[in-house]
C-alpha cells in the first residue's frame, strides 16, 4: 500500500518552481505532507482530507484529486530553507487506522 | 514546550543482545508510533498504539517488541531476532483520531548500529 512519489530527486535554483507527485493503487481518505532535513525528524507540513482540497503553507500548497488518488506538492519561488526530502503519507479509505509512507523525493536548492 | 523525546541519539548493539529505545511525550496523545528509516526505503511502521495497554503491529514488527503500559511512554525493543537492526528509528504521536485526519508529530530519532 505504499505510495509512488516522483521523481526521486530535484535540483532547483533558488527562486525556480518544483512540483512532487504522490500516487496511490487504493483509495484513499487522506493524504500527507512532510518535510525532512537531513538527520532530523520529519515536519509536518498539510494534510488534504477531501477530494479536490488544496492547502498552503508559506509558498508550498498541495492538491489531492481524490478519483484519481493522487497528490502533489507545489513548491513555488524555492527558497534555499526548502531544501530537503519530501514524504507524502497516505490513510487508506478502509482499513489501518495508519499512514504508508513513500519513499521520499530529495529536493536541492541552490544559489 | 510540549513534545517527544526520543534516548538515545546513537545506540550500538552486539550480537544476540536485545536494546531499547526510549520515546517520551508530554503532548497528550493518544495515539503512538513507531518507524523504521532506512536510506532510500522512506519510513515502515513497526508498531502502533491508539491506547494505553493496547497496541498493533505494522508491516515490519518481527524481531520487535513494544510496551504501552503508560499514555507517555511507547518503548521499543529491538531483539536479537532482528538480524539486520541498523536504521533510523522514528517515534510519533498524534491526537485522538488516529493517523487518518491528525497530523504525526515526531521525535528526533535514535540511530542503531551494530558493533
Known amino acids: 500500500q505504499q505510495p509512488v512519489q516522483s521523481p526521486q530527486a530535484v535540483i532547483l535554483r533558488e527562486g525556480e518552481d518544483a512540483v512532487i507527485n504522490c500516487s496511490s493503487s487504493k483509495a484513499l481518505y487522506s493524504v500527507h505532507w512532510y518535510r525532512q532535513k537531513h538527520g532530523e525528524a520529519p515536519v509536518f507540513l498539510m494534510i488534504?482530507?477531501?477530494?479536490?482540497e488544496q492547502k498552503g503553507h508559506e509558498k508550498i500548497s498541495a492538491s489531492f484529486n481524490e478519483k484519481k488518488q493522487q497528490s502533489s506538492l507545489y513548491l513555488t519561488a524555492s527558497q534555499l530553507s526548502y531544501s530537503g526530502t519530501y514524504f507524502c503519507g497516505t490513510a487508506p479509505r478502509t482499513g489501518a487506522n495508519n499512514l504508508f509512507f513513500g519513499t521520499g523525493t530529495r529536493l536541492t536548492v541552490i544559489p | 514546550d510540549g513534545g517527544i523525546t526520543q534516548s538515545p541519539k546513537y545506540l550500538f548493539r552486539k550480537e544476540g543482545q536485545n536494546v531499547t529505545l526510549s520515546c517520551e511525550q508530554n503532548l497528550n496523545h493518544d495515539a503512538m508510533y513507531w518507524y523504521r528509516q532506512d536510506p532510500g526505503q522512506g519510513l515502515r511502521l513497526i508498531y502502533y498504539s491508539q491506547i494505553v495497554n493496547d497496541f498493533q503491529k505494522g508491516d515490519i514488527a518481527e524481531g520487535y517488541s513494544v510496551s504501552r503500559e503508560k499514555k507517555e511512554s511507547f518503548p521499543l525493543t529491538v531483539t536479537s531476532a532482528q538480524k539486520n537492526p541498523t536504521a533510523f528509528y522514528l517515534c510519533?504521536?498524534?491526537?485522538?483520531?488516529?493517523?487518518?485526519?491528525?497530523?504525526?508529530?515526531f521525535g528526533d530519532g535514535t540511530r542503531l548500529s551494530i558493533l
Open positions: 510519533a504521536s498524534s491526537p485522538v483520531g488516529g493517523a487518518n485526519n491528525q497530523p504525526q508529530h
Open positions: 488534504l482530507l477531501k477530494g479536490g
